[in-house]
C-alpha cells in the first residue's frame, strides 16, 4: 500500500491538500463557539486558549474573535478557561492568554465586565500572580489598574498592596543580587502611578530611605547601560510627594539628608592668593541633587524644624555651606544655558545638543528654587516645582494614552528583553572653574566621577 508521501509526490497536491486541511481548522474554529452552551463553555474556552499558540495570522485572528464572541455569552465561564490555562498550559498559552486579557478585556461592555466578572479576574489574578516573571507582572498591574471597579481610593489601595507584595518589602533588601533590585525597581514602577494625596507612598519611602539609599553605590543591575543609582532616586523623588506619616520621620530624613550631602560638595581650600589650592574642582551632579533635594523638601515639609531643632550648629552650618557654594555654580550654569538657548525655536530645539540643554535648564532652575526655600530663616518649604522627566501640562479630561493595536490579526511577536522606559536626558556640568565661555560645557549622557 502507498505512504501518504508516495500519494502525494506532486508538491502542488500535497499543498493543497495543506490548504485544505488549514481551511478545515479555520471553519472548525469559526464554528466552535455553537457548542460553547452550559456546561460546555469552559471546556470550550479552555479549547480556544489553547488554539492561542498558532503561527497562523488567520487562524489566531479567528480565534481572537471566538473567545471574546463566548465572552459575550458568559463571562465567567470564559474567564474559567483562560485562567485555567494560564496557570496550567504550556508557555506560549500562557503568554498568549495573559496577552490576550491585556489588550481585549478593555473592548469590553459594561454590561459584560460586571462587578462580579472584574471579582473574579482579580481574584484569579491574585493566583497568577503567586509565581510570575517581570513581564507577565507588568501585563497583569495593566489588567488590574484597568478594571472599572479598582478606579476607587479603595481598589488603587489594594492594587498598591498587590504590589508591595510582589516587591518583598518584608525582606531585607539585597544590593548586589540583580534580580532583587530589578524587581524592586519593576514593582515600584508599577506602584508609582497609584499614588496620590489619597493613596499613600508611605511604605514604599520608608523602604527606600531603610534599605536602599544605604547602599545605593554598590547597587547592581542586569540592564546595561542603565543608571541604577538616578533611576531608584528619580523613584523616590516620584514617591515623596505621596508619602503620608511616617513612623521613623526624622531617622529617614536624616539618612535622605546625610546621602545629599554625599552630591553636595564643599568649596575647595583657596590659596592666600585667592587661587584654587591644587585641589581638583568638585563635579556638580545636578541630575542626583534633583532627586535628593526634592525627596529632603516633600519630607521636610512633615518635619519643618529639622534643619533648625534636630540638626546640631556646626552640621547646620556645613549645609549652608555647601548649599551656597552648589547655589554659585547654579547661577552660571543657568545663565551660561539661557543664553545657548536665547532665540531657539521649533526645529532648532529639536537637536539632540539643544534636548539635552533644555532639560538641563529644568533640573538647574528647580535646584535653584528649592535651594531658595532652604536658605529663608527659618527654611521654608512652601515651593512647588515639576521634576525635569515629568511633563508639565496637565492631561485633558477625557485624553487617553495611545495604547498598543489591538485588532491586528497576527499573532504577537516576543518582546525583546529587559525593561522599556521612557529615555531621559541627564545634565552632567563641566568641572573647573566657573566660567562664562560657553566652549567648556560638555554634555553628555550619564553622570561621570561618581
Not at 550631602?261 to 584654587?276: S, W
Amino acid at each position: 500500500m502507498p505512504t501518504v508521501e508516495e500519494l502525494y509526490r506532486n508538491y502542488g497536491i500535497l499543498a493543497d491538500a495543506t490548504e485544505q486541511v488549514g481551511q478545515i481548522r479555520r471553519q472548525a474554529i469559526k464554528e466552535l463557539p455553537q457548542f460553547a452552551t452550559g456546561e460546555n463553555l469552559p471546556r470550550v474556552a479552555d479549547i480556544l486558549t489553547q488554539l492561542l499558540q498558532t503561527d497562523d495570522s488567520a487562524e489566531f485572528n479567528l480565534v481572537n474573535n471566538a473567545l471574546l464572541s463566548i465572552f459575550k455569552m458568559d463571562a465567567k465561564g470564559t474567564l474559567g478557561g483562560l485562567f485555567s490555562q494560564i496557570l496550567q498550559g504550556e508557555d506560549i498559552v500562557r503568554e498568549r492568554a495573559i496577552k490576550f486579557l491585556s489588550t481585549k478585556l478593555k473592548t469590553l461592555p459594561d454590561e459584560v465586565l460586571t462587578k462580579e466578572v472584574e471579582e473574579l479576574i482579580l481574584t484569579e489574578s491574585k493566583k497568577v500572580l503567586e509565581d510570575v516573571t517581570g513581564e507577565e507582572f507588568v501585563l497583569f498591574m495593566k489588567i488590574l489598574s484597568g478594571l472599572k471597579s479598582l478606579q476607587t481610593v479603595s481598589g488603587r489601595q489594594q492594587l498598591v498592596e498587590l504590589v508591595a507584595e510582589q516587591a518583598d518589602l518584608e525582606q531585607t533588601f539585597n544590593p548586589s543580587d540583580p534580580d532583587c533590585v530589578d524587581r524592586l525597581l519593576q514593582c515600584t514602577r508599577q506602584a508609582v502611578p497609584l499614588f496620590s494625596k489619597n493613596v499613600h507612598s508611605t511604605r514604599f519611602v520608608t523602604y527606600f530611605c531603610e534599605q536602599v539609599l544605604p547602599n545605593l553605590s554598590t547597587l547592581t543591575t542586569p540592564v546595561e547601560g542603565l543608571d541604577i543609582q538616578l533611576e531608584v532616586l528619580k523613584l523616590l523623588a516620584e514617591m515623596s510627594s505621596f508619602c503620608g506619616d511616617m513612623e521613623k520621620l526624622e531617622t529617614n530624613l536624616r539618612k535622605l539628608f546625610d546621602k545629599l550631602l554625599e552630591y553636595m560638595p564643599l568649596p575647595p581650600e583657596e590659596a592666600e592668593n585667592g587661587e584654587n589650592a591644587g585641589n581638583e574642582e568638585p563635579k556638580l551632579q545636578f541630575s542626583y541633587v534633583e532627586c535628593l533635594l526634592y525627596s529632603f523638601h516633600q519630607l521636610g515639609r512633615k518635619l519643618p524644624d529639622f534643619l533648625t531643632a534636630k540638626l546640631n550648629a556646626e552640621k547646620l552650618k556645613d549645609f549652608k555651606i555647601r548649599l551656597q557654594y552648589f547655589a554659585r555654580g547654579l547661577q552660571v550654569y543657568i545663565r551660561q544655558l539661557r543664553l545657548a538657548l536665547q532665540g531657539k525655536t521649533g526645529e532648532a530645539l529639536k537637536t539632540e545638543e539643544n534636548k539635552i540643554k533644555v532639560v538641563a535648564l529644568k533640573i538647574t532652575n528647580n535646584i535653584n528654587v528649592l535651594i531658595k526655600d532652604l536658605f529663608h530663616i527659618p527654611p521654608s518649604y512652601k515651593s512647588t516645582v515639576t521634576l525635569s522627566w515629568k511633563p508639565v501640562q496637565k492631561v485633558e479630561i477625557g485624553q487617553k494614552r495611545a495604547s498598543e493595536d489591538t485588532t491586528s490579526g497576527s499573532p504577537p511577536k516576543k518582546s525583546s528583553a529587559g525593561p522599556k522606559r521612557d529615555a531621559r536626558q541627564i545634565y552632567n556640568p563641566p568641572s573647573g572653574k566657573y566660567s562664562s565661555n560657553l566652549g567648556n560645557f560638555n554634555y553628555e549622557r550619564s553622570l561621570q566621577g561618581k
